[in-house]
């Protein structure tokens, strides 16, 4: 079982952007396949972005293509989520959560293949 702990949400204006991150412990971050997910008052989890254990691979949620990315530092145990141009509509709790097993992509979008999941971070945009 690995231990995830995520940072660096907070208000900002729209437009604005944030970096979250998403520390590891436990377990080395190089055997799991991270994800990041949101989820708004009222609405169901939504797929945010995923990045493969190598690092090599990561694939992204329609509405946030282009404008999020999600990068890995194995070293330190630390998966962060770059957010630029952010709107009103990415108000939700951000959670990371870690999946071990294969990489694939279409996948990697379903909650269920996540083992382990951080208590989140609130991320709110101001119009």
């Known amino acids: 079982q690995v231990q995830l702990v995520e940072s660096g949400g907070g208000l900002v204006q729209a437009g604005g952007s944030l970096r979250l991150s998403c520390v590891a412990s436990?377990?080395?971050?190089?055997?799991?396949?991270m994800g990041w997910f949101r989820q708004a008052p009222g609405k169901e989890r939504e797929f945010v972005a995923a990045?493969?254990?190598?690092?090599?691979?990561?694939f992204y949620g329609d509405s946030v293509k282009g404008r999020f990315s999600i990068s890995s530092d194995n070293a330190q145990n630390t998966v962060y989520l770059k957010m630029d141009s952010l709107k009103p509509e990415d108000t939700a709790v951000y959670y990371c959560?870690?999946?071990?097993?294969?990489?694939?992509?279409?996948?990697?979008?379903?909650?269920?293949?996540?083992?382990?999941w951080g208590q989140g971070t609130q991320v709110t945009v101001s119009s």
């Open positions: 959560a870690a999946s071990g097993g294969w990489w694939d992509a279409p996948s990697m979008k379903d909650p269920r293949r996540y083992s382990d």
């Open positions: 990045i493969s254990w190598s690092g090599s691979y990561t």
């Open positions: 436990g377990r080395t971050l190089s055997n799991y396949n």
